[in-house]
């Protein structure tokens, strides 16, 4: 399965209110101290669930790790 976003593509992210995030965005977000591109893949309260396209989950995070939204990648 082939990611949705290739290495070396232009990405445009945006801020984004905590309350407009939902389950299949993606985001960029701090995990472990590096910055990734991930899917919110689940929201339980006030934390979110990453991971990638191909079914990967890579943990709980909660807002203040997450510095937008996606909204555009150039081909």
Request: aromatic fraction near 6%; charged fraction near 20%.
């Amino acid at each position: 399965m082939k990611g949705k976003i290739e290495s070396g593509q232009l990405c445009t992210v945006a801020p984004v209110l905590e309350d407009d995030l939902q389950k299949g965005d993606i985001v960029l977000c701090k995990v472990n101290g590096s910055q990734y591109l991930h899917l919110i893949k689940a929201i339980q309260g006030k934390r979110f669930q990453i991971g990638n396209n191909i079914g990967r989950i890579n943990g709980w995070i909660t807002f203040q790790s997450i510095y937008g939204k996606l909204i555009q990648v150039e081909p």
